[in-house]
């Protein structure tokens, strides 16, 4: 038989060892792992010169924005952008334009990004405010359910422990998960108010309303409601020690998983005063022995995921008003690969850890069948990574349309030079190789 496409000279990563090996794919899916010889005829044949092969990269957390907020991102800038950043699967979040919170807003979407998107993207939904559409937004194929606690935006009342109840047995009862962003609403409006009041409007007074014990507060909240029902939570971008220490102690007694994002892992209260306010997030960088404890929680494996939040906005956005106006969020496709491989060469991860926390973690938590491992059988998503290749952090050539980031300007040591998924070549060394609308939904069954 002839196969689609050989690979010869490559370094894989599998089992937790990196082997030489050369790869034969077809119809999408690894057909073949082995020795040269061993390999079929094949129509393409790429020589990977000796570079490492990760099993395809998946981001759980990203923006990819379209719509109504094209103008920040859309399909298909986005999904480039996780392709330069080595990512052959992202999930997107709901905060859309309009908000993704029903079977209509859903199918609208994926109708949209169908044709347009160059990785593999799932769909989180908001909930509904009517908790009998939840199952329809299930067969539709979400990915999941998000429920943003910072603010009131999906259908359901964040306060409303009653309702989320409800709906998170629904959502457990269909075998999915939610995904939350853990910071109370009351808390932190009554912070904000008080000091709009009295006129503070500085990153010191964000960095207060935002502060450890509004995320605590959520994230034992939320706990306790999750806790009655079967539905399996996983707690988006984790920033402190007390929210991660109330997790590990949940998770010998429900479905739980958590994730860190870069810039919480690498940026600092103290870099926030450098780079000033482009670099707020939600939650905020914190001071450095919240930085050192998440650390601590990746060393440990309390943290299961790293995950970039990639939230594109425009410059304009970004820097118009003061901390309480200005839209928050950074990208962070693009860079989160080349900064996690620059901590591998200061020796405080291992490649081994990136592979678990980008793909092998993401593939079995959200049960994303085929992806995660190189493994015969599997979707050919692969990442291929130069280990030796440094630059420098430049977002002015960022595929996102957010030409932005705190860590404009880092040296960096590693770098994506090839994503394929599904077998498709879509990013060969930083360029897109492919058309919009190669990339596939990931519809949950
Ligand atoms: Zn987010």
Redesign the pocket.
């Known amino acids: 038989m002839i196969v689609d496409s050989v690979m010869v000279n490559a370094k894989a990563y599998m089992r937790n060892a990196v082997t030489e090996c050369s790869i034969a794919i077809d119809e999408g899916k690894i057909f073949k792992i082995g020795k040269e010889v061993s390999m079929p005829k094949s129509d393409v044949r790429f020589d990977l010169k000796n570079l490492l092969v990760l099993p395809g990269l998946i981001d759980v957390?990203v923006?990819l924005r379209d719509e109504g907020k094209a103008f920040k991102e859309d399909f298909f800038t986005g999904t480039a952008s996780a392709s330069a950043g080595g990512f052959a699967s992202v999930v997107d979040?709901p905060n859309n334009e309009p908000v993704t919170m029903s079977a209509a807003t859903l199918k609208n979407r994926m109708r949209i990004a169908e044709r347009r998107i160059l990785v593999d993207v799932g769909f989180r939904s908001e909930f509904p405010r009517n908790l009998g559409e939840i199952e329809g937004i299930v067969k539709e194929g979400a990915f999941g359910f998000k429920l943003f606690m910072a603010d009131q935006v999906g259908g359901v009342d964040v306060d409303d422990d009653e309702a989320l109840l409800k709906a998170f047995r629904i959502v457990g009862k269909f075998g999915l998960s939610t995904a939350v962003?853990a910071e109370d609403m009351t808390t932190l409006k009554k912070a904000e108010d008080q000091f709009k009041h009295d006129r503070k409007n500085d990153l010191a007074a964000f960095l207060k309303a935002h502060s450890p014990d509004v995320e605590l507060k959520a994230a034992k909240r939320i706990l306790g409601v999750a806790k009655q029902t079967a539905m399996h939570l996983h707690f988006?971008?984790v920033s402190t020690r007390e929210a991660l220490d109330v997790i590990v102690e949940a998770k010998s007694e429900m479905r739980l998983s958590c994730e860190a994002t870069p810039h919480n892992l690498l940026l600092s209260s103290d870099d926030l005063k450098r780079i000033g306010i482009l670099g707020l997030t939600m939650p905020p960088t914190r001071d450095r022995a919240q930085v050192a404890s998440l650390w601590d929680g990746i060393e440990r494996g309390w943290i299961d995921i790293i995950a970039s939040?990639h939230?594109p906005h425009t410059l304009k956005e970004k820097e118009d008003g003061s901390v309480w106006d200005v839209k928050v969020?950074v990208p962070g496709l693009e860079t989160t690969l080349p900064l996690l491989l620059t901590e591998v060469k200061r020796g405080r991860l291992s490649i081994g850890d990136i592979v678990r926390l980008l793909s092998e973690k993401p593939s079995q938590i959200f049960n994303m069948k085929g992806k995660g491992q190189l493994r015969e059988e599997n979707h050919a998503d692969l990442t291929v990574v130069d280990l030796r290749r440094k630059f420098k952090i430049d977002s002015s050539k960022f595929k996102s349309k957010a030409k932005f980031s705190p860590f404009d300007g880092r040296e960096v040591e590693g770098k994506p030079v090839k994503t394929f998924v599904r077998g498709q070549l879509v990013m060969d060394e930083g360029e897109i190789v492919t058309k919009a609308g190669s990339g596939k939904i990931l519809r949950r069954e």
Do not use: E, F, N, V
């Open positions: 957390h923006h979040m962003h988006c971008h939040d939230a969020g």
